[in-house]
């Protein structure tokens, strides 16, 4: 199949694709914030560097996107018709280094779930009271909470998650607007 972008269009495309800050990752932030869960961002002492780290629970999450991470079943993990061997062998080392993060995780005692970017989106309210119930699991002295009893807009924590997503992409390209007008400031005779 043909690219029906131009070498820089596409460029520009791919740079907006992010693996951090992801709207997926946002309506789960902002989602179990809102239940009161605090937690820390991409710790960098735990293997792969999990999405959500939350030492009270002993507990991370990674979120992952159904077609990097392969989501089994799921019709966004579908596999490009082009250079097929290149992707086939991108897809399989990427679910083998998944596997391998989700045992040296477990190996350090921590709890591990992954919630997938198509459940977000299409089961936001349900993800998101699953996974509380998950995390609450393992209660401190808070007790058992009831997470169903809580209202979760749908539509405002998706407009929130949206809104932190268009914020951070525009903070992406402040910055590198910035770094070029430097770059250009130094090539200058």
């Known amino acids: 199949m043909i690219d ?10 791919m740079s907006k ?11 789960l932030r902002c989602g179990l914030h809102g239940l009161g869960f605090r937690y820390r961002l991409r ?17 991370v999450i990674f979120v992952h996107g159904c077609y990097w991470h392969r989501h089994a079943g ?6 490009p018709k082009s250079n097929v ?22 190996e350090r005692g921590w709890r591990l779930m992954v919630v997938w970017e198509c459940e977000l989106i299409e089961r936001t309210v349900e993800t998101v009271r699953r996974v509380a ?4 699991r393992r209660t401190t002295a808070d007790g ?9 807009d749908r539509r405002k ?26 770059e250009a400031k130094v090539q200058r005779p």
């Open 133 to 136: 119930l998950w995390l609450s």
């Open 17 to 27: 694709v992010r693996g951090a800050d992801t709207k997926p990752e946002w309506i």
């Open 43 to 59: 710790n960098t002492h735990l293997p792969g560097r999990p999405d959500l780290v939350f030492p009270k629970y002993r507990a």
């Open 157 to 182: 924590l998706l407009a929130v998650a949206e809104k932190k997503v268009r914020y951070r992409i525009a903070s992406y390209d402040r910055k590198r607007d910035f770094s070029d007008s430097e």
């Open 85 to 106: 061997a290149f992707w086939t062998r991108k897809f399989a080392e990427n679910v083998e280094r998944d596997r391998r993060t989700e045992l040296e995780i477990a």
């Open 4 to 13: 029906t972008l131009s070498r820089k269009q596409r460029s520009k495309a």
């Open 144 to 152: 058992d909470r009831h997470y169903d009893a809580v209202t979760i």
């Open 74 to 79: 799921c019709k966004d993990a579908s596999t």
